[in-house]
Structure formats: structure tokens, C-alpha cells
């Protein structure tokens, strides 16, 4: 029993499970694809705003020097405010930029989702336990992984951008000032750029691994498939009992109609049809049960319990069952037989009540009108 709750889920889940894991909130997601996106969009906006950005600062030096001379009231409001509104102007570009890319990225990882259950507080989380066994998961230890590759990727970057520039810088002392901030934005450039791909490349590993880990998490053993199935479909038992219901129903109504028809046609032994025709009611006769084997017995028995006379027609009985359907109209080609059968079966049945007078003949049923 331990080993079909743990070792043998080696099937990969059913598109139910996935869907039953993604209303929980359980989906597949790179946090590091999320993080890489949101710094090359910071790397952007930062870029496209670098000129308003040296001019909202320009203008903040510019009044916190005016404000030198002024009391300190004055000055604290005036070079306060301004350095306020500077802040909101460089933080909340770059904070709507972030929300925005982040609500993209995660849009296109896992598409529309609502789970209000991750809501929820989970008393697993709060047992000290369960947070130590956390710590050695294999999902720590790659997160452990993937930030020694950043961490000794970022430092390998500065060094080797520093050990390419280390002759311009050793020339800096003796060049204007404004090289100074060029070098520096020289060297910018070339370590985030390489940054970013470093952080691409990590990412693209980790899309991989959270799919490859969220499947395996859902894995499912034969018997959890199995289960499905059963509340998917339905106990196979329970089916069983269903359909052997639901035929012994439509049996039950199908002798109450033999014992409503007029006549029962047999092949004699194989096949039975019974037909009801009730003239200024049905339009033409109707075939209101047919069966072959024990059904065709059990018709028999019926129109024996009923007074429904009962006709033996090898050839009728062979052709209405062949081509003739439960509930349906004669086909034509049995007008001229069916209509016989009918005038005998009204005759058996006077017969049989004591009246001796001539039979009243049903319509013509070649001529249905």
C-alpha cells in the first residue's frame, strides 16, 4: 500500500489533474524568466528616460543650492518637496513598468487564473517541520544553484569587462573629467548587457526544469488512473446495474404496449412483431414492439396474457423486423399483408367475444390519404 502511494506514480497526469491543480492555483512558472524581463524593462525605461531623469535632478541641485541662503523652514519645504516630487518622478516609472511587465510575463506563462484558495492561511506552512523539510527539497537546492551561477556570473562579468578596460582606465587620470563618466557608461553598458543574457540563458533552464518538476509533482500511479476513470465515467458496477435498469424498463414498457396491439405477427419462434392500429387514431399502423430470442418470447407471453391473437407470417415477420422501426409507420410494401392480418385479427377477436356478425374492414391502408 505504501509503495502505490509513493514509488509507482510513475504514469504522467491526465488533463484533469492538471486542470484540478491549476483551479488550486498549482501551476507551472519561472520566477526567474519574471525577474529577468522585469530588469531588462527597468534597463529601458531607465535608458529612454536617462535625459528627463538629468533634468529632474539638475533641477533639484539647483534648488537646493538657491535654498542655501534661505531660513531652514523655507528651505526644508522648498528643497523637500522638490526632492519628493523628483522621487515619485524616477520610482514610479520604473514601478508601473515593473507591474506591467510582470502581469504580462505572467499572463503568458500560465494564462488566466483565479485561484482564491492560495488566499487561504495552510497550517502546514506555519509547521517548523514541514519548513525544514523544505529546506533540503531538490526545488531549494537548484534555487541554491541557479544563485551561485548569477552570483559568480555577475562577478565574473565585472572582472573580465574591468580587465578589458583596465588600460583606458589607467589612462583616465590624465584624461579631461568628462571621460570619466564615458569610461564609466562604457563599462555599464557591456556588463548589463551581458548580465541580461547570462539572466536569459539561466531563465530558459528554468522554464524547463518548473515544467519538468510540476509534472512530476502531478504524477499519477495506475491506480490513481483508475479512480478517475471511475469518477469520470462512473463505477463500472454501477453502470452495469444502470443499463441492465434502464433494458429492463424499456422491456417492461414495450409489453405493456404488446398487450395494447391489435395482433402479434411471429416467424413463429425466432421473431415477434406486434402492431396497433386504431382506425380515426393512428394515421397507419404502428410497430410497437419487436423481438427476436427471448424478447419474441416474452412478446408472445404477453399478448397470451392479453387476448391479442396471434399470427405465425414467416415472410411478414422476417421483413417487418428487418426493415420496419420500434414506434414507426409501416413501410408501404406491407400495406396489402398488414391490412390482412389486421381483418383476421379483428375477426379472432369477435370470434372470441360471442359476435358472429360480419367484422366492420379497416380503411384501405394502400390508400393512407
Known sequence: MAK???ADKTEPPTQKKIRDAR??????????????VLVLGWVVCGWLMMDFMRLKLIRLFETSLKAVNQPFGDALREVGGSAFETLLWLTLPLLAMAVFLGAIVEFLQVGPILALGKLKPAMDK???AEGVKKMFSLDNVVELVKSVIKSAALIGIGVFVIYKMLGQLMLLPYAPPEAMGSGIWYGLVRIVVWTIF?????SAIDVWYQKFSYLKQLRMSRRDIQQEVKENEGDPHVKSRRRQLHQEWSQQNMLNAVRQSNVVVTNPTHIAIALQYEHGITDLPVVVAKGEGYMAEAIKRAAVEAGVPILQNIELARGLHERAELDEYIGNEFFEAVAEVLHWAETMRRLRDGDDS??????RLDDPR
Open 4 to 6: 502505490d502511494q509513493g
Open 23 to 36: 483551479k488550486e492555483g498549482n501551476v507551472a512558472k519561472s520566477k526567474e524568466l519574471t525577474s529577468t
Open 126 to 128: 506555519m509547521n517548523p
Open 198 to 202: 547570462v539572466f536569459f540563458f539561466v
Open 358 to 363: 360480419a367484422p366492420e374492414l379497416p380503411p
